[in-house]
């Protein structure tokens, strides 16, 4: 598919792009694919940079065309593409299979890779087996796990054998059932907890993290103190990047959102009439017409 992509478009008019140098992550001029140093520069300049999920080659080429720089093939998948509860089910193969997908998808962006749960918890080295399938069957440029300092022996084995790794803190949902939904790193002993997680990661060599459900205050000092990007979702304006999971800011999620979700189109309308369309002109005679048809 990666015919399919095209030189990213400049931001649309009104899009607040940080910095017109040619470097720039969104709006930049390159059309090779984006690397971790490329991310790291990014900070270092002060760039603003967005990110969305991404399950499937053709959803991905819209985004690589439209200059998404990073797209994370997330273990959301569970719930947004799969048809599970929650992220817990997801298996490494799934990952796989959707990660190659979005990786021959486009040919811009930096792809990440989720470890899914059961992955990476029993150590180092199941984690590294883990990530080597994402990078060498799938094609990621970088990988992504949960956990602060519970995860940065495996952080760190990974980053030394060559693998970029973006770390997850604060809300995770692979702890579902310990944790539940809930904001993270409310109250002084807790936000103590998510600096010391914050700077565990950063010390185990990962290159950006995300913090996920977290007061904006509490994110913005992570994001001052460490010289690695965050990535926040549901954690305010202050991070250096903001990533949503494209099925709720393009409205095709069913049912609810979560509050920090905006809604940027309402596919599950737009799709939901043409397809309403599509059966009435059937079910009427008036599909398929004389155009349509060969002889
Ligand atoms: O799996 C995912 O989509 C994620 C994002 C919400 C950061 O982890």
Redo the contacts with the bound molecule.
Sequence with gaps: MTQLSAAPKQPAEGARATTDSSKALYGGKSTRRITVRDITTAKERGEKWPML?AYDAMTASVFDEAGIPVM?V???AGNCHLGYET?VPVTLDEMTMLSAAVVRGTSRALIVG?LPFGSYQEGPVQALRSATRLVKEAGVGAV?LEGGERSHRQIELLVESGIPVMA?IGLT?QSVNSMGYRVQGRGEEAAQQLLRDAKAVQDAGAFAV?L?LVPAELAAEVTRTLHIPTVG?GAGPETDAQ?L?WTDMLGLTGGRVPKFVKKYADLREVMGNAVRAFADDVVGGTFPLEEHSVH
């Design positions: 999920t994370l997330g273990d959301s992220t989720d992504k997850h949902p995300v996920e979702i990533v999971v």
